[in-house]
């Protein structure tokens, strides 16, 4: 069975620090995806990330990085030199090639303060 | 990015009454859209998958009775939750995509049932 794992519920951190997001998922299937959204006190879903479980390559997008590694399934998000507005819910999801269903993980509650 | 709408943003109803919300695609066509919900301070779970012209599929749990989907076009899906309750106040959040896409979200409807 697919599940994701945020075993950070929050995480408080001042402004400038750095921040790793853990995601740990489980899947039985050898071709799925991971994704990461952010969610703001809005509410809307933002997205920030699909990875392909092919591609090991970790991504930078500015003061954002990802790392993936199936040897330990996991998929860890990082924010360098946080912001105030980074204050949110990021979600970790998993989503298996042949279903469109999204697996999403608890949440982890990001503060950020200045 | 592609643009998902969702209509009301916020709605509050008597118990017993029914409440409709709309996702709509604004920019493309949504071969398949989600519903998903999330209680306070928890994560999203998928309630069903919409398929253009067909039924719903629901996830297990999920009253197919109580929550009425319709995708009659390729850009507009509706959540009619029947007979409301207190228990049924909830974010509901859909999602659409193409074809091989990923998966837009919407806005997001907070349902309050008095």
């Known amino acids: 069975a697919q599940k994701v794992t945020q075993a950070q519920t929050e995480i408080s951190v001042v402004e400038k620090e750095d921040v790793t997001l853990d995601c740990v998922y489980e899947?039985?299937?050898?071709?799925?995806?991971l994704f990461w959204y952010k969610q703001p006190p809005s509410g809307e879903l933002v997205f920030l990330i699909r990875r392909n479980s092919f591609d090991e390559q970790n991504e930078i997008s500015g003061r954002y990085s990802w790392n993936f590694q199936k040897s330990t399934s996991s998929f860890n998000f990082t924010i360098t030199a946080s912001q105030v507005v980074d204050s949110a819910v990021y979600f970790c999801a998993l989503s298996e090639a042949d279903t469109d269903k999204l697996i999403f993980g608890t949440g982890t509650r990001l503060q950020v303060f200045p | 990015g592609a643009v998902v709408s969702q209509h009301p943003s916020r709605v509050i109803c008597k118990s017993g009454t029914s409440v409709k919300i709309e996702c709509r695609s604004l920019?493309?066509?949504?071969?398949?859209m989600f519903w998903y919900r999330q209680f306070p301070k928890q994560s999203l779970m998928l309630m069903a998958t919409s398929n253009e012209g067909s039924k719903a599929t629901y996830e297990q749990g999920v009253e197919k009775d109580k929550f009425l989907i319709n995708h009659a076009s390729l850009t507009l899906s509706t959540l009619t939750v029947t007979s409301a309750h207190p228990e049924d106040s909830s974010f509901y959040i859909c999602?659409?995509?193409?074809?091989?896409?990923?998966?837009?979200f919407g806005p997001g409807t907070r349902l309050t049932v008095l």
């Open positions: 899947t039985r299937d050898t071709t799925y995806y």
């Open positions: 999602s659409a995509r193409q074809a091989g896409a990923e998966q837009f």
């Open positions: 920019d493309f066509q949504a071969t398949t």
